[in-house]
């Protein structure tokens, strides 16, 4: 079945410590994108990439980092920089100029 | 960054009601989307609405995309019991490299 998966579902993270999260697809779709979700609240952009190996900075990008080296992967690692990293986040792709967004599961990080 | 009102917040309603909520923008759209989240999960892509004026159905939902490219509004008629969740507009501008802004959400929930 085509796709979006991120992994892990849930993912704790100790103080100071860089944690990654995955998102993969197998859609074929050029563009990626991080979004954060915190209670009650919409979405927020953090970093998104519209062809390998380039990418540009969302909304809340302070304290966070991206790496887009394959069509099908676009981690997010949340650093030791980000003092308030608990939050749902929720991966996306679409294909080429399209402004229509898929949505993977999320993962819900939370910090000990 | 830029979010877009909702309204209403949240809704308590009783199944077999009908349901109206919209999302306004100060800006212009050109495209405007309609996704489902429910607890714990990613969103899920209702209705994309791509010319002013439009009126798109996907079963007991039907959209439309305001004149004034201002706005949008969802309707879902004969509520269920899977109708609960958060309702999510977003929009999009020609150019901005197929960034959403998103709105706060309408929280629904159906009593029996």
């Known amino acids: 079945d085509g796709g979006i998966t991120q992994s892990p579902k849930y993912l704790f993270r100790k103080e100071g410590q860089n944690v990654t999260l995955s998102c993969e697809q197998n859609l074929n779709h050029d563009a990626m994108y991080w979004y954060r979700q915190d209670p009650g609240q919409g979405l927020r952009l953090i970093y998104y990439s519209q062809i390998v190996n380039d990418f540009q900075k969302g909304d809340i990008a302070e304290g966070y980092s991206v790496s887009r080296e394959k069509k099908e992967s676009f981690p997010l690692t949340v650093t030791s920089a980000q003092k308030n990293p608990t939050a749902f986040y929720l991966c996306?792709?679409?294909?080429?100029?399209?402004?229509?967004?898929?949505f993977g599961p999320g993962t819900r990080l939370l910090v000990l | 960054g830029q979010q877009l009102n909702q309204s209403p917040q949240s809704m308590f309603i009783q199944e077999g009601e009908d349901v109206s909520m919209n999302c306004t923008s100060s800006s212009i759209f050109n495209t405007w989307l309609w996704y489902k989240q429910d607890p714990g999960e990613g969103p899920v892509l209702l209705i994309a609405?791509?010319?002013?004026?439009e009126l798109t159905s996907n079963g007991r939902l039907t959209a439309q995309f305001g004149i004034t490219r201002k706005d949008s509004f969802l309707n879902i008629s004969a509520s269920i019991p899977s109708d609960v969740g958060i309702y999510f507009c977003a929009g999009a501008f020609t150019g901005t490299a197929s960034k959403l802004t998103f709105g706060t959400g309408t929280r629904l929930q159906v009593t029996l």
């Open positions: 996306a792709s679409s294909m080429g100029t399209s402004k229509t967004q898929y």
């Open positions: 609405l791509y010319k002013a004026g």
